[in-house]
């Protein structure tokens, strides 16, 4: 919110991925969820911003050519576009991780705080940041009927889906702070004295 510089941002009409355009991130499955759920939500925005990688995977253009409100953004992003408003308008952020690069993800926590409910493959500690169908939801990792069938679900209840938005929010702030981090250690640390 900092980053809008006061700025509102718009509705949460966005169905949002944000990373690398790469199979180990799944753009290949979401590539797939976004294509069949296009059409049928002509009233979404499906936007993929990617930063760029020798390893991207192939028909993003294609993906942006084919539907009217699919929207590839590539960073640097165009004039009046940021990362920050893009998760601020997303209703969810889609983000199936096959493989991390840290534990835990930051760019799933970062949309939590965010307010966006968030799918996410069930890998690594993934599973304890999106808490399954209260801040958002947790399909198997590498299926992308899965992946589309969650993204569907969240389309199909958007008023369920900024409720998870609102709790992610509210979680990550509670859980997942440095005074709990610093009272858990404590904790660990004094049972390992007893």
């Known amino acids: 919110r900092e980053e809008l510089n006061g700025q509102a941002p718009g509705q949460r009409r966005r169905i949002l991925f944000w990373r690398e ?3 180990e991130q799944g753009c290949d499955l979401v590539i ?9 939500h ?3 925005s499906f936007d993929l911003a ?4 020798r390893n991207e995977v192939p028909g993003l253009e294609e993906l942006d050519n084919k539907h009217s409100n699919v929207t590839l953004h590539r960073f640097p992003y165009s004039e009046g576009i940021t990362l920050a408003k ?3 308008e997303a209703l969810c952020v889609v983000l199936p991780f096959r493989q991390l690069s840290i534990q ?7 949309s939590l705080k965010a307010g966006a409910a968030t799918v996410c493959a069930d890998v690594g500690s993934c ?11 947790v399909v198997a990792p590498d299926d992308g009927t899965a992946l589309t069938s969650a993204v569907a679900r969240l389309l199909d209840d958007v008023d369920g889906t900024l409720k998870m938005g609102e709790e992610a929010m509210r979680d990550i702030e509670t859980r997942w702070n440095w005074q709990n981090y610093t009272n858990n250690l404590r904790n ?3 049972q390992l004295q007893a």
Request: aromatic share 6%; hydrophobic share 45%; charged share 20%.
């Open 188 to 190: 660990i640390y004094s």
């Open 32 to 40: 797939e969820a976004f294509d069949a759920l296009a059409p049928k």
């Open 86 to 88: 893009l998760i601020a």
């Open 104 to 110: 835990p993800q930051l760019a799933i926590a970062e």
């Open 50 to 53: 990617v930063r760029e990688n």
């Open 42 to 44: 002509p009233n979404f």
């Open 21 to 23: 355009a790469t199979h």
């Open 127 to 137: 599973n304890e940041l999106v808490l399954h169908e209260r801040t958002g939801l």
